[in-house]
């Protein structure tokens, strides 16, 4: 009888786990079986490609915001990365008559340059990167608004339409692209020594300092990882809409970040994984996507999607307390 008690207890607690770590996995399959009886187009081949081509886009940023935020920072600045990114880009094709082949790995090269100054300026000032990002948003963002001239700049080579509107084997170019990413970030958050040094930066500083870790390189090089992440979603931004415009990107950052918490991302650092950084981007996108669906005014939804992000970070602090009572529990048991 104590035996089949213990484990029926046993199994409670295991159960009890597994739930704990797929919240979003059942909160995705939630929303899908709720949205798919409310709108009967939503579960159509068409749209759920749609739905995936659109969140690649901020799926790609997510990726490299997680690297920052694993290692106990936040980048503010993504969006005005990728204005900037996009203007520049569009003013070498179009007025430079720089090819593609060449104007990209420059557009990458810059985006990389912005993720590290925010890291150098981290270092430099000792002042937390949410404020520095903060700043340096506004420099990006005004930098693309004065190059730009207040103009839609158009004329692209046909070639360029291919990064954001082909296919690879039916499959869209910029979910293949975010696929690789994402596969590129787990390998490297997982199976090797920087990725566990991300780990140890954004768990306790000051051990990993102790423990021989380089903290000021490795906080500039998350945030170029960062910054290269935001450099490919403007080059496919821009090839999907195909015309540079000072408003495509801005506001990404907030959808990143939302879908980084939903997804388990620690806002404090130190906790974090690529599938439940995707899960989070798709809870997005499926929430983006019923609410356009049913016609939601604009304002309405930045209602809904502000409501999300603080129940997000709620569901954060609430995680990191328990866990936090629990390790008390243990130590003093």
């Known amino acids: 009888m104590k035996n089949q008690s213990a484990f029926l207890t ?8 597994v739930m704990k770590k797929n919240v979003p996995l059942l909160i995705l399959i939630l929303l899908v079986i709720i949205f798919s009886f409310m709108s009967p187009n939503f579960m159509t081949a068409l749209n759920v490609r749609m739905l995936i081509r659109q969140v690649s886009f901020s799926g790609i ?29 569009s003013i070498m094709m179009v007025d430079w008559n720089i090819p593609p082949i060449l104007a990209i790995p420059i557009t990458l090269v810059v985006g990389t340059a912005m993720g590290a100054f925010n890291g150098f300026l981290s270092i430099k000032l000792k002042v937390h990167s949410l404020i520095i990002t903060l700043g340096t948003a506004s420099i990006y963002k005004g930098v693309g608004y004065i190059i730009a001239q207040s103009r839609n700049i158009m004329g692209f080579p046909d070639s360029f339409r291919w990064f954001g509107q082909g296919y690879i084997l039916s499959i869209p170019v910029p979910i293949v692209i975010m696929v690789v990413v994402a596969l590129a970030g787990s390998f490297i958050l997982s199976k090797t020594y920087f990725g566990r040094n991300v780990f140890a930066l954004g768990g ?24 290269f992440a935001s450099g490919i979603t403007a080059v496919l931004l821009l090839s999907r809409v195909f015309a540079g415009q000072t ?3 801005q506001g990404l950052e907030f959808d990143c970040l939302t879908a980084a918490l939903l997804g388990g991302v620690s806002f404090k650092g130190g906790e974090g994984s690529v599938f439940g950084l995707i899960t989070g981007i798709i809870i997005i996108g499926v929430l983006n996507n019923a609410m356009q669906l049913a016609s939601f005014p604009d304002f309405s939804q930045n ?8 129940a997000a970070v709620g569901f954060d602090v609430y995680q990191k307390n328990r866990k936090a009572k629990e390790t008390v529990a243990r130590v003093t048991a």
């Open 10 to 17: 046993n199994l409670r607690s295991q159960l009890g786990l």
């Open 247 to 249: 408003s495509t990107g």
């Open 61 to 89: 940023s997510a990726v490299g915001l997680m690297f920052v935020m694993i290692g106990g920072g936040i980048d503010l600045s993504i969006g005005s990365q990728i204005v900037l990114s996009n203007v520049l880009l």
């Open 303 to 310: 209602v809904v999607k502000g409501a999300v992000l603080l």
């Open 204 to 227: 306790n500083e000051e051990a990993a300092r102790l423990a021989g870790v380089n903290i000021n390189k490795m906080k500039v090089i998350f945030f170029m990882i960062c910054g």
